[in-house]
């Protein structure tokens, strides 16, 4: 066991991994001459793993995982994570929103006894596009999981090996770093670290990305989509009753009952496009059930640099 490792997701970040490892050696060398940095090259177009060669040659600090394939940013993060060796583990994303130096309140923190310690951004640098949806999802997400998830806090943190080793028990294909730690339930805090700017790259995640990631935690974190289903299910149920109570008693009463051919249709449809939502979030969950039966390999590595494992 070493003393910390950082552990460093990338994809779309080339123009930032010199800058980053150097205010990283920096920070890192103060509080100890313990530690690794691990990045883990999630195939990214850019072709990275040539400067994470690099670095790796230069600075035995500097460990390197590269994937087949493209398996994401979360999976990218558990590879990490497994290859670590440290009594403390950061996770931070790559192209430095996340300051190398806020690391060392990080590991001052969770010295004071507490297993996980959380980043809330300061004055985060994104659209207002992307902070609106951020929020959102996190509003439903809170509803439908029953969590108080705030919407600033990233992946930006630090665990000590209890917290880590439970996590590398959760196997789930559909992964969330912070809320599977949320989730474990060790003695967390929270601290405020101002954000910066993107020093290079672009977010990776389109809105149609966010949307699947979104149902993807949704449903892997929670059963409560499928109990509104029957809920919805029930309302209408009751409101299609009640309509035929009020036929009838118009047929009874007054020997009418209310014609059109367009009501007829609107209610078919209406009625139709509930069941098949209904329908399609059952579906969701058959399909979460069936990607963990086949039991794949949640990423496969490629190559390594300075791995003896």
Not at 50 to 57: G, R
Not at 274 to 283: D, K, N, P, R, T
Request: glycine share 8%.
């Amino acid at each position: 066991m070493m003393e910390l490792s950082v552990v460093i997701p990338e994809y779309g970040c080339r123009e930032a991994i010199f800058e980053l490892h150097r205010r990283l050696s920096e920070t890192l060398s103060k509080l100890t001459d313990d530690y690794e940095i691990i990045f883990v090259e999630d195939r990214d177009p850019q072709n990275s793993w040539e400067d994470i060669q690099k670095l790796a040659a230069e600075d035995a600090h500097v460990k390197g995982i590269r994937f087949t394939r493209n398996f994401g940013q979360e999976r990218a993060i558990t590879a990490g994570i497994t290859a670590s060796k440290g009594n403390y583990v950061v996770v931070m994303d790559c192209d430095l929103q996340d300051r190398p130096e806020g690391i060392e309140g990080l590991y001052r923190t969770v010295k004071q006894g507490y297993d996980v310690v959380f980043v809330r951004r300061k004055e985060r640098r994104d659209t207002a596009l992307t902070k609106f949806l951020s929020g959102m999802f996190y509003r439903v997400y809170n509803y439908l999981a029953d969590d108080d998830y705030d919407p600033d806090i990233g992946n930006f943190s630090i665990a000590g090996r209890r917290a880590i080793n439970s996590f590398l028990t959760m196997n789930e294909t559909n992964r969330g770093y912070i809320m599977f730690l949320k989730w474990l339930g060790y003695p967390s805090v929270t601290i405020d670290i101002t954000a910066d700017e993107r020093a290079a790259g672009k977010s990776s995640y389109s809105f149609r990305k966010k949307v699947r990631y979104a149902i993807q935690e949704i449903t892997a974190q929670s059963n409560k989509p499928l109990l509104l289903s029957i809920y919805i299910g029930l309302l209408f149920s009751c409101f299609a009753l009640l309509l035929i109570i009020w036929l009838i008693l118009r047929r009874l009463l007054d020997g009418s009952t209310p014609e059109g051919w367009v009501s007829l249709m609107v209610s078919i449809y209406l009625v139709g496009g509930i069941l098949l939502s209904v329908l399609g979030v059952h579906g969701i969950y058959v399909g979460n059930i069936y990607n963990e039966v086949r039991s794949r390999p949640l990423y496969v590595i490629d190559e390594t640099r300075n791995l003896e494992d």
